[in-house]
């Protein structure tokens, strides 16, 4: 993860690295996960690795200068030593997200496997996180920032609609376009609603990844003789969805080599395909404009697995205001009062929504229209 915006001026008495910060992570699957935790810098977790069951909570802590990467795994089956398959015939632990087939994570996990990135920067007093397709996508996934519960004034008033992503690509939970926010209005409220996309439709996320990615992908009629020509054949509600680096391992999707700058790397098909069911996360490597949250540190983060709903767009909706608090530490008056405005969120989905088609005079009357209907 990069930065591309102006660090906040530290206002921390204490050093990072001696304070901790919470490390929830939570299952709102209807099946056990076997969450994963890698730390890359200070101190990680008591645990990397642990079952959940539906509806538990793991919390752990973390030091301020920890930087690392929560996943999660899928169908597991480990013996009573924590490592290896409990069949004892070798191979791996779990169908999506295995490290090394060990219940504590020693490692990163294998693709594919949605990820929440965080680096807490003890420079600059301030926490980078982001949701990551780069692997590829297993599960759904938010992030709740939990600077209200800081007991700091200033990190409180910071408004949890401009913080708490969700990246929803499986469509059994998917809500209906209009439907506000799932989970409590995750970690929002009300007053402060969440920007939503409201642009894809159940039957676009279950086909959004691209049919050779799929890491199960249906068999097709006459496959391996004469291949069924159409793609729109149905399938599976878990479909764990690889991405095209993680696949092909070519400089072209994976950013390296010749391709290793931005102006030399293009999304390929898998990243645009990504970044149209969840508008919030990093699609490819070079993707960290329109995917990176930078926030004040000191409050501490809850990972929820599961998340119901729809995937959220805050970047596109408040990015002028997330960098503002970027550049100051703190939340404006005016940018309270912005993310409280439920027309400005509004036409500013409508605008998102009728940008990336010019000439669709339709669709913008359409766009204003619902705007002036459900004001």
């Not at 409220?189 to 642009?199: A, C, E, G, I, Y």
């Amino acid at each position: 993860m990069s930065s591309a915006l102006v660090p906040a001026e530290a206002s921390l008495q204490v050093h990072p690295r001696d304070i901790n910060l919470p490390l929830r992570v939570t299952n709102n699957c209807n099946e056990p996960i076997w969450p994963a935790i890698l730390t890359q810098n200070g101190r990680g977790p008591a645990s990397s690795g642990f079952v959940l069951q539906p509806g538990d909570t793991n919390p752990q802590t973390v030091s301020g200068d920890w930087r690392g990467r929560v996943w999660g795994r899928t169908n597991c089956s480990f013996p009573g030593s924590g490592s290896g398959p409990s069949s004892g015939s070798g191979g791996v632990a779990c169908t999506t997200g295995d490290c090394g087939s060990f219940l504590q994570c020693p490692g990163a996990g294998q693709a594919p496997a949605t990820l929440a990135e965080f680096t807490y920067s003890s420079d600059t007093y301030q926490t980078f996180y982001d949701i990551s397709l780069v692997d590829g996508y297993n599960l759904p996934v938010g992030i709740i920032s939990l600077l209200s519960q800081s007991g700091n004034s200033t990190l409180e008033d910071i408004p949890p609609n401009l913080t708490n992503p969700v990246c929803i690509g499986t469509s059994s939970l998917l809500a209906p376009v209009g439907a506000p926010a799932g989970n409590a209005d995750f970690g929002s409220n009300s007053t402060f609603p969440l920007p939503l996309d409201q642009t894809v439709t159940p039957s676009f996320i279950q086909s959004w990844c691209p049919w050779p990615l799929q890491l199960n992908p249906p068999q097709k009629p006459g496959d391996g003789v004469y291949p069924y020509p159409d793609d729109n054949i149905q399938r599976p509600i878990f479909n764990p969805c690889l991405s095209a680096c993680a696949k092909w391992n070519k400089d072209q999707y994976c950013c390296t080599g010749s391709h290793n700058t931005p102006a030399t790397c293009s999304p390929s098909d898998y990243s645009t395909q990504a970044k149209r069911v969840c508008p919030d996360a990093y699609s490819y490597a070079y993707d960290d404009q329109t995917s990176t949250f930078i926030i004040p540190q000191g409050g501490g983060f809850e990972v929820v697995f599961c998340p119901s709903g729809r995937s959220t767009n805050i970047l596109a909706t408040f990015g002028d205001q997330l960098r503002q608090i970027a550049q100051t530490g703190h939340a404006s008056r005016d940018i309270v009062n912005t993310a409280q405005n439920i027309t400005y969120i509004r036409e500013k989905n409508v605008a998102i929504r009728c940008g990336g088609h010019s000439g669709s005079r339709l669709e913008l009357v359409l766009g204003l229209l619902m705007v002036a209907w459900l004001s």
